[in-house]
């Protein structure tokens, strides 16, 4: 099982990227995928996610309107569309997969394939 992640950068405020979560070595059509972000100093948080059935989104407050994630099984690559970009959206940002349906109660605990992170950096 691999997860890799990649379009990661640095870019000012009020800007755009579009990070790529490319999987392979399992049936990527069943597992839901999520993003998580995690901080300098700070807990890994989820930023949002997708789920496999019904292709169900969901998002957390604080991007929710900026962010968009999106997959293309034909590509077994998830997407996030990220828009307005604030310095505090600055992390390290990974994906993750676990089975059918997001689980944002458990968080990161409750989904055991990983992608190494990509960095996202928003400055001036």
């Known amino acids: 099982v691999q997860l890799v992640e990649s379009g990661g950068g640095l870019v000012q405020p009020g800007g755009s990227l579009r990070l790529s979560c490319a999987a392979s070595?399992?049936?990527?059509?069943?597992?839901?995928i999520g993003w998580f972000r995690q901080a300098l100093g700070k807990e890994r948080k989820m930023v949002s996610c997708?789920?496999?059935?019904?292709?169900?989104?969901t998002a957390a407050d604080s991007v929710r309107g900026r962010f968009t994630i999106s997959r293309d099984n034909a590509k077994n690559t998830v997407y996030l569309e990220m828009n307005n970009l604030k310095p505090e959206d600055t992390a390290v940002y990974s994906c993750a997969a676990r089975r059918v349906v997001c689980n944002w109660i458990d968080g990161p605990y409750d989904y055991p394939y990983w992608g190494q992170g990509t960095q996202v950096t928003v400055s001036s």
């Open positions: 070595g399992f049936t990527f059509g069943d597992y839901a």
């Open positions: 997708i789920s496999s059935s019904d292709g169900t989104t």
